[in-house]
């Protein structure tokens, strides 16, 4: 198995960050031909989806758990930004990791599909994404 880890600078707002370029290179550097990847994000406040962006399909999801998750005082974990008690729910909604076919060095997601970070923790600018790839 061939696996890194990479950092991500997400800043200080909610984001869907497409790991595209990142995974591309990642299965450049390991050789891959056909196998797995396995992308996981070691947090509490994180996760990953596998959707469309650009079309507004990114900025539906921040809606979406925004509406599902709103950032108040109802969360029983309560320290740092007002609401932060709901980034750590998300990951049971957008879980932190996802797994890939990849096919002569390609993920192989549909048309309109990318693998994105989902950020909404306010509070940690920077995350950690680990890439592994199991040879098929």
């Not at 469309?52 to 005082?73: H, K, M, N, V, Y």
């Not at 990849?102 to 549909?110: D, F, K, L, M």
């Not at 950020?119 to 995350?127: E, G, Q, S, V």
């Amino acid at each position: 198995m061939r696996t890194t880890e990479i950092e991500i600078r997400t800043g200080n707002k909610a984001v869907v960050y497409d790991l595209g370029d990142e995974i591309d290179q990642f299965l450049a550097e390991a050789g891959a031909k056909d196998g797995l990847l396995h992308v996981w994000v070691p947090h509490a406040t994180a996760g990953l989806a596998v959707i469309e962006t650009g079309a507004g399909s990114d900025e539906d999801l921040l809606t979406a758990i925004d509406q599902l998750l709103p950032r108040d005082d109802r969360w029983r974990h309560q320290h740092g930004t007002h609401g932060h008690g709901r980034d750590h729910v998300l990951p049971a909604f957008v879980p932190p990791y996802a797994s890939i076919p990849v096919v002569g060095g390609r993920v192989a997601t549909g048309t309109w599909q990318s693998i994105c970070l989902v950020d909404t923790n306010i509070d940690n600018p920077l995350r950690r994404v680990r890439f592994s790839f199991l040879p098929g």
